[in-house]
């Protein structure tokens, strides 16, 4: 029994390393984030508009040149794109109405009521580079999201 002490811990130790070593978000301890803040980076740059408080994301970015604002859906960690079912997102920008259409995509098999992209194309982008607005409401796997205000960007 001696002999399997050594191995016993060995294997201990291993298990209560484990789940650390595996961690997606193991960060040295000066690195770990304030508590309420978000480490996460949007993919496309964007500005991030939290819906449930870090539950899932939108992702908004202007092209100023093509007049286009493109809003993407995300996961909690802004890691995965969400399809969802809506064919529209109403948008409010400096309290005027606007609307996202729901944006098809051959390269990643999305579809007008099955897509994560949503995007307007007017030429008030062209020259509103900042604005408040109101999105939604949004469905997010089953999960209705009341209308979110936000700063741009």
Known sequence: MTRCRPVLAACAAALLLAPAACSRRSAAPSEAPAP??????????GTVIDLGQDLDHLEML?????GTLTVWVLD???????????S???LEW?????????????ATGETVGDTSEFQLQADWVKHTPAFHGRIGPITVHGTP???VTFEFP
């Open 76 to 86: 909690g960690e802004m890691e995965e794109f969400i399809r969802i079912s809506q």
């Open 94 to 106: 400096n309290g005027h109405p606007a609307v996202l259409h729901a944006v098809a995509s051959s």
């Open 88 to 90: 529209s997102l109403p």
């Open 145 to 147: 999201f009341a209308p």
């Open 62 to 66: 202007r092209d100023p040149d093509a």
């Open 36 to 45: 309420g803040s978000h480490k996460d980076q949007p993919p496309h740059g």
